[in-house]
């Protein structure tokens, strides 16, 4: 009999009709068999609920996230300057100073400093970018018709122009956002005052609460999994913020120093492309060095050609002190990311946020890496694994006998 409050399906089949003439009954076909499904209409009701209430959590949660998804950015921002200070930070608990002291010590300096740089350059970055962006038609041109005329080639410049999509109907808007400076580029002024006034509140937050904000998080996990919270972020702020630090400082320090010899040399836009050289050096592995040289030298072959020879010269040189020297002093005590994490991480950070993620997709893979370093298991290689490099190694000349 079918359970209450449900709908009984029946499913009947057929006897076989026998083809044979009368016989013993041991011979008669089987009888008809009926088989009963029934359906409770409770667990179907309590069976729907379930998944709509899991399709409508799935909806809002995405909702949230897409609303605040700007928010959540900034906080990432946050974290990451924060464990950049850290190193500083450490370096005044070791002297017996408090935290919030300590924190205060090393953000104070960092925002005057900040606030300075941008009070003095700020409108001649942009004025500078802008004015770069409005000559490119121009620079391309000139380029072109010296490669015509030296190598006797037969380029097009307006192919190429359209091609880059430089026209000047283009990027007279782009130009015109960046002669407005900060606020036509990033937005209204009460927006980079919102971002700004966060990033830096929720900073000296995260880095003064330090130990204690690990704590409050620590709580709602179980006790087994507390000391995992704590051994990442000990990982986080120890080894990943003196990556981050030293990048930073080897950033300013390249930037710093190609400004000055572009301004020497009187290269057209020369704060704008030494912060590229600077910025990409050190954040854009790779290529980046290669990117941060070779947009001033295109500069500089619209308008004196010996200018690019100085700069590649300059770039060389400067390689090379900051190889032996700087980076050996600065980053001696940080860890290294593979160069391949990094530029795919440089790649999905400014697929996902733009050209600011390209410059956080590092320091956040090296958060990534020193976690997996630390829990990840590895094996020893296999003896026919092990000997392949070998293959590659120059053999020992035979012997003559």
Do not use: C
Not at 29 to 57: K, M
Not at 241 to 254: C, H, P, T
Not at 292 to 303: K, Q, Y
Request: no cysteine; net charge negative.
């Amino acid at each position: 009999e079918p359970a209450a409050n449900s709908d009984p399906i029946a499913v009947d089949h057929p006897a076989v009709e026998s083809t044979a003439g009368p016989g013993p009954a041991a011979d008669a076909p089987p009888p008809a068999r009926r088989i009963r499904i029934s359906l409770d209409q409770r667990e179907i009701q309590a069976a729907t609920i379930r998944i709509l209430v899991i399709v409508s959590a799935w909806l809002i949660a995405a909702w949230v996230v897409g609303v605040v998804q700007h928010f959540l950015f900034l906080i990432l921002l946050a974290w990451l300057a924060a464990i950049a200070m850290e190193p500083a930070i450490r370096w005044f608990l070791r002297r017996g100073v408090r935290r919030t002291r300590a924190t205060a010590a090393v953000a104070v300096p960092v925002v005057l400093i900040a606030v300075g740089l941008v009070v003095t350059f700020e409108q001649m970055l942009f004025e500078q970018t802008a004015a770069l962006v409005r000559s490119a038609p121009d620079r391309v041109q000139s380029i072109v018709d010296q490669l015509n005329s030296t190598f006797g080639l037969n380029l097009q410049a307006s192919q190429i122009i359209v091609t880059l999509r430089l026209e000047p109907d283009q990027i007279q808007g782009v130009a015109n956002d960046l002669a407005l400076g900060a606020l036509g580029w990033l937005g209204s002024l009460a927006s980079v005052v919102f971002d700004l006034v966060t990033v830096a509140v929720f900073t000296f937050y995260i880095a003064a609460a330090g130990p204690r904000l690990v704590q409050e998080v620590a709580v709602w996990l179980p006790p087994e999994r507390q000391p995992i919270l704590g051994a990442i972020w000990d990982i986080a702020e120890q080894k990943t913020g003196g990556y981050v630090a030293s990048k930073i400082v080897l950033a300013a320090l390249s930037a710093v120093f190609h400004g000055i010899f572009f301004w020497a040399v009187g290269l057209p836009g020369w704060l704008p492309l030494a912060l590229l050289a600077g910025i990409t050096a050190q954040f854009v592995p790779v290529i980046g060095t290669y990117i941060g040289v070779a947009a001033p030298m295109i500069v500089a072959l619209a308008d004196q050609p010996i200018t690019a020879v100085w700069i590649l010269l300059f770039a060389i040189v400067y390689q090379q002190i900051e190889t032996y020297v700087l980076t050996p002093r600065i980053s001696r005590r940080t860890m290294e990311v593979n160069p391949a994490i990094a530029l795919a991480a440089v790649f999905v950070g400014a697929a996902i946020w733009g050209p600011i993620g390209a410059i956080i997709g590092v320091p956040i893979a090296a958060v990534v890496v020193s976690v997996v370093q630390t829990y990840g298991r590895r094996y020893e290689l296999v003896p026919e694994l092990a000997a392949t490099d070998r293959h590659d190694e120059p053999s020992d000349p035979p012997e003559d006998r």
